[in-house]
């Protein structure tokens, strides 16, 4: 039925500045080429960080995957056009400039249709749990991560998580407003028990206008965010799930060590 999610796009254009600042480190994993071009979703962690992200997806029932993609980033094609796929498809879609993530994922319109498609990081590791409860939502929505949960069993220092993305959520469970870098002022207000994003969306075709229609925010992009702010305003509601999990974070060469450790039993199958 049209209920059932099969469809995922991954936003791997990141330029990934932070992962290209060189740490010193003298773990040549550390300076690959895939850590060099800020291909996060390629770095070796047994194998590419993105082959564990994927399996994921697929343990939840998505065949389909798309990468959005720099022109320049053959990297990702030489790999996924050279692997054996049995659990899942690899499209790709070519953001050209990178203006942003609502203008990365505009560029995966054609791919979703008029289905409904989970959107997620390239460079977070999500949990099985938190993806199945976001697949089996009815309409649109997110995983609204718990604070405490995300600090004991994610691989983030804590003040990083303090600059994470808060959800305001209202009585009915839906997304009233997403405040980005919130101010200790604004934690305050909100409370300890407001979850925080870490972009694992799923988003209906009205998306797509939305991310077509934004205005540039002030740092002089297309925010995903201001998307769903203006899909909101245009009547669609947000679903928001809870999860009490962590997540892998891979946005920094210093995560790279804690992120393998974490995926060593980790069984991949694409």
Request: charged share 25%; glycine share 6%; with cysteine.
């Amino acid at each position: 039925s049209d209920l059932t999610v099969t469809k995922a796009v991954i936003l791997a254009r990141g330029l990934g500045t932070r992962m290209r600042a060189n740490d010193g480190s003298p773990d040549p994993t550390h300076n690959s080429a895939a850590v060099n071009a800020g291909a996060k979703g390629m770095i070796d962690v047994g194998r590419p960080f993105l082959d564990f992200v994927i399996s994921a997806l697929a343990d939840v029932g998505i065949t389909d995957v798309c990468l959005v993609i720099g022109p320049e980033h053959n990297i990702f094609r030489d790999y996924y056009d050279n692997l054996e796929l049995k659990r899942v498809r690899i499209h790709y879609a070519i953001q050209a400039e990178p203006l942003g993530t609502a203008n990365a994922l505009a560029a995966a319109a054609e791919f979703a249709g008029q289905d409904r498609v989970v959107v997620l990081n390239s460079d977070n590791y999500y949990p099985i749990e938190a993806l199945k409860s976001l697949v089996e939502l009815p309409g649109a929505g997110v995983v609204g991560f718990e604070r405490e949960a995300l600090i004991a069993k994610s691989n983030i220092p804590a003040e990083r998580i303090a600059a994470f993305a808060v959800i305001s959520v209202d009585e009915q469970g839906n997304l009233s407003d997403i405040i980005e870098k919130p101010s200790p002022a604004e934690l305050e207000r909100l409370g300890s028990h407001a979850p925080i994003s870490m972009n694992a969306w799923l988003f209906t075709p009205d998306i797509f206008p939305a991310c077509a229609d934004v205005d540039k925010s002030v740092r002089g992009e297309y925010e995903l965010v201001d998307a769903v702010r203006l899909a909101r305003s245009r009547g669609r509601s947000f679903r928001v799930t809870p999860a009490a999990q962590g997540v892998l974070d891979m946005s920094r060469r210093t995560d790279i060590d804690a992120v393998r450790q974490a995926l060593s039993h980790t069984q991949v199958s694409l």
